[in-house]
């Protein structure tokens, strides 16, 4: 047993164990994965090396392997309704990696939402490879409304001819129109790549639209809403794209992959295909839109007025507090959300003037619209007095009660 090998590294376990069941997680690119993929991620494939794909390996003994990992691949394609997968990939980084490297040359033009609009880094951040390699062309929201605007998108796309136009977000609350972006891609001859990490389990249950059939690639993580393990796997419209896709992951970046983590993934494609899985996708919506009107009736600001999908950001500068500053009051307090910058932010990336929040993991501790209202009014109580240890003290005393009665791993750790 760890408790008894190795007391220290247990410790920590069930320190983080305890700061899960305990408190409130609302970074919405966090949830819980179940206990089957938890299983799976941590049994006897994580000994197998497993170099190349299935059926065409460097090594032997690789039978059983072979059989998961096309399980995975067939459960993937089923779920997303796509000819060709590649469930490889160790995270959304690496697979949009493989993206760029299978449809593009280095130096070629990209377009890419800006990362302070609310971008992700592989969409073409000067301090990512994306932005190093590539000739980026980045978009920004429109300044009013703080939403998609397409008609810039196909301006600028019409005037700098990129090679490719990427499709996704790590900050946008909104739905993603991915037949515009495909028809502005078409226009001027681009590849469209469509990054549907943050909404994959959304899309899987139909409660956003989907890229298949859209984009030439589409790329995604297996957590967040997908509430798989921590990985990423990539969805091809054709057996052209598939194979340049599998030589950019293997040999071009990833030696052997990560087969306990394949099989997790398997695990949670499975379970994202069952009738329950759509139902709890719905309430991480109605649960993101009752959160935000509550926060909205508190005075709250939010970046576009509100959410279509499973996120919301908060622009904190009517309350005169930085992302910072909030985030480490609400830490304080049991609420874990992460600070991210909205569009033009006057803060600079390690500061901001934003809090990006959702209702993924929450949702799957089982809470709904009534407990969206208490999460918004602690918010308020904590960021009315951020300095004040006694409110958050008494905040945290009041979120510890509420956690016990949606238990996620109660039974895991005995004390």
């Known amino acids: 047993m760890l408790s008894q090998s190795d007391p220290q590294v247990w410790n920590f376990y069930k320190r983080e164990w305890r700061r899960q069941e305990e408190g409130l997680e609302l970074i919405p690119s966090e949830n819980y994965a179940s206990l089957d993929v938890m299983a799976a991620a941590g049994g006897i494939f994580t000994n197998k090396y497993a170099e190349g794909y299935p059926k065409k390996r460097y090594y032997g003994g690789n039978e ?40 593009l040359t ?42 998609l605007d397409y008609d810039e998108i196909a301006r600028l796309a019409e005037q700098h001819k990129p090679k490719m136009i990427i499709a996704g977000f790590t900050a946008y609350p909104r739905q993603v129109d991915f037949a515009k972006f495909a028809k502005i891609s078409r226009s001027c001859g681009a590849k469209l790549m469509a990054d549907m990490s943050h909404v994959a389990g959304l899309v899987a249950a139909g409660e956003h639209p989907s890229p298949i059939g859209h984009a030439d ?67 991480i919506v109605k649960n993101a839109k009752a959160l935000a009107k509550a926060l909205l009736d508190l005075n709250f600001t939010l970046v576009s ?44 990336p390690f500061i901001t003037s934003g809090l990006r929040i959702g209702t993924p993991a929450l949702t799957t501790r089982g809470m709904k619209e ?46």
Do not use: C
Request: glycine residues 8%; proline residues 6%.
């Open 370 to 415: 009534k407990e969206m209202e208490k999460v918004a009014q602690w918010m308020d109580e904590v960021l009315k007095s951020p300095a004040d240890e006694s409110v958050r003290a008494k905040v945290k005393a009041e979120i510890r009660k509420m956690a016990k009665e949606f238990p996620i791993y109660s039974d895991l750790i005995k004390e």
């Open 217 to 283: 690639v589409t790329t995604s993580t297996t957590h967040k809403t997908l509430r798989g393990p921590r990985g990423a796997f990539i969805l091809s419209p054709s057996e052209e794209t598939a194979k340049l896709i599998d030589k950019a992951v293997f040999p071009g970046l990833q030696g052997g992959p990560l087969e306990n983590m394949i099989m997790a993934k398997a695990v949670a494609f499975h379970e994202a295909a069952k009738p329950g899985f759509k139902t709890y996708a719905k309430q």
């Open 106 to 147: 280095p130096g070629d033009t990209v377009m890419g939402l800006n990362l302070s609009q609310g971008g992700h880094l592989t969409h073409g951040s000067p301090v990512n490879f994306s932005g190093k390699w590539y000739k980026v062309v980045p978009f920004s929201l429109h300044p009013e409304t703080h939403l």
């Open 64 to 103: 059983w392997i072979d059989e998961v990992e096309l399980l995975a691949i067939e459960r993937v394609k089923s779920l997303f309704g796509s000819p060709f997968a590649n469930v490889q990939p160790h995270a959304g980084s690496q697979a949009n990696m493989a993206a760029y490297f299978a449809l």
């Open 305 to 348: 007025g509100g959410t279509d999908t499973h996120l919301i950001l908060i622009d904190l500068r009517n309350r005169l507090l930085t992302g910072k500053e909030a985030q480490l009051a609400l830490d304080a307090a049991g609420i874990t959300g992460n600070k991210n910058t909205i569009p033009n932010d006057p803060q600079s």
